[in-house]
C-alpha cells in the first residue's frame, strides 16, 4: 500500500477514484466518525442540565404544549438553580392517558400507560403536578409525600396530611392554566422514603425541591 500511495500522481486519471476507495475509504470514514463522536461528546457535555425534572400527568384534563412551556417559565422565574450551574431550567415532562385511546388504540393506550408506570418508578422526579386519577395512582404506590416533609417549616397542615394542592392556591403556577383546569391539577412530592436518599448528595437535592415548595407557598421556617 506504501509503495501505491506514493506513487498515487502515476494513476491514470480516469482510476483515481478507485484508487482512492480501494486505499483510503476505510481510514477516511472511520476519521469522520471519530471527529463526529467527538463533536456530540463535547456538545452533549456543554447542553445545560435542568435543574429538577416535574412530572405531569393527567387522564381527564388535556394540558396544551404553550401551557406546559408557561408553567416552565413560571419555575424559572422562581430561580431554582438547584445544581448550582448559574442557569435556571426546570423540564416539565408530560404523560397524557386519553381514555378513548382504550378502544380506538388500545396498543398506543398499553404503551402510554407503560411510560407512566415508569414515571412513576422514576425517583429522580420530585414534583409531580396530576389530575385526581393520576394523584390515585401515584398515592397508591407510595409516590405521594405528606407534610411532614416540610420539616422546619410552619406549613398550616397535619404533617400526617398529604400533599395535594390545587394549582389554585399556587399563584405563579396558577396564572399559567385556564381557570377552569386550575382546580382540577395538584401538585405534590415524592416523599423522602420513595426517593430513596440514600447519599448526602441526594438529600441536599431533595431538600433544595422542599425549601423551594415552601418559598412558592408562604411557609414559614420555625427555626
Not at 429522580?124 to 390515585?136: F, R, T
Not at 422546619?152 to 395535594?164: A, I, L, N, R, S
Not at 425541591?209 to 408562604?218: N, T, V
Amino acid at each position: 500500500m506504501a509503495e501505491s500511495v506514493r506513487k498515487i500522481s502515476e494513476v491514470p486519471k480516469g482510476q483515481k477514484l478507485q484508487f482512492f476507495i480501494d486505499y483510503f475509504w476505510l481510514h477516511t470514514v472511520l476519521i469522520i466518525c471519530g471527529i463526529l463522536c467527538i463533536w456530540y461528546l463535547i456538545y452533549a457535555l456543554n447542553q445545560p442540565r435542568p435543574d429538577a425534572k416535574v412530572l405531569m400527568a393527567s387522564y381527564e384534563n388535556f394540558v396544551p404544549e404553550e401551557v406546559i412551556f408557561g408553567l416552565e417559565d413560571a419555575f424559572n422565574e422562581q430561580g431554582m438553580d438547584f445544581n448550582e450551574d448559574g442557569r435556571v431550567m426546570m423540564q416539565i415532562n408530560y404523560n397524557y392517558l386519553d381514555e378513548r385511546l382504550k378502544v380506538e388504540a388500545p396498543e398506543s393506550y398499553v404503551t402510554l400507560q407503560t411510560k407512566l408506570m415508569t414515571s412513576v418508578a422514576d425517583r429522580s422526579q420530585l414534583y409531580h403536578i396530576l389530575d385526581e386519577e393520576a394523584y390515585q395512582l401515584f398515592f397508591h404506590y407510595t409516590a405521594v409525600g405528606t407534610y411532614a416533609e416540610f420539616e422546619g417549616y410552619e406549613t398550616g397542615h397535619d404533617p400526617e396530611e398529604f400533599v395535594k394542592i390545587p394549582l389554585s392556591e399556587i399563584p405563579v403556577l396558577a396564572a399559567q392554566i385556564p381557570e377552569k383546569d386550575a382546580d382540577k391539577l395538584f401538585f405534590t412530592i415524592r416523599p423522602r422514603v420513595n426517593a430513596v436518599l440514600d447519599t448526602e448528595k441526594k438529600t441536599v437535592y431533595y431538600n433544595k425541591h422542599i425549601d423551594a415548595l415552601a418559598k412558592m407557598l408562604g411557609f414559614e421556617k420555625t427555626n
